[in-house]
């Protein structure tokens, strides 16, 4: 016969969890549901909070992200926060972050990934950011532009492949 360890009671037969009975911490069924729920109150755990964390988390790490990217345009674009406009496309500075991205001067873009991931991985402009940063901004070979001058450089830098003209 065993006493509960929570509430003093005696425990009849087969209202203990196995494994509390092996470990020797005698508690009721019930008695062992009422300690996790106070537990999970006690450090927010449940599954509730976990959603609610993990959406904070998420939205931690975009903003991270976004700060990564700003400090990124500052840097590249010498501060005006601009498209470096290399076609003449903006008569007045382009500033919209939405549609801003780092580009690789030299066109090798698709080499650089490969180098700094070991594969040529599509979405890491996290990575790039974070590298940017670690690496001092190289100006020579990065810069700002928008996704209109980015397209119109991928045209560009097609010709005599002959598939864009
Ligand atoms: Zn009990
Ligand atoms: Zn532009």
Redesign the pocket.
Known sequence: MQVCIDCGKVIEEGDIYPSRLEAQTYLHKACDKKRSTNWQRKTGWGKKNYVRNSKKLTENSRRYQQRLKIEAVRQLSNGTM??????N??KEP?TDMR?LTIDHINNDGAAFRKRLFGSNQRGASTYICRWLKKNGYPKDQFQV??????WIKRIESLKGDGKFN
């Open positions: 601009a498209c470096a406009n290399p076609y496309q903006h382009y549609a532009l928008c996704w209109n001058c980015q």
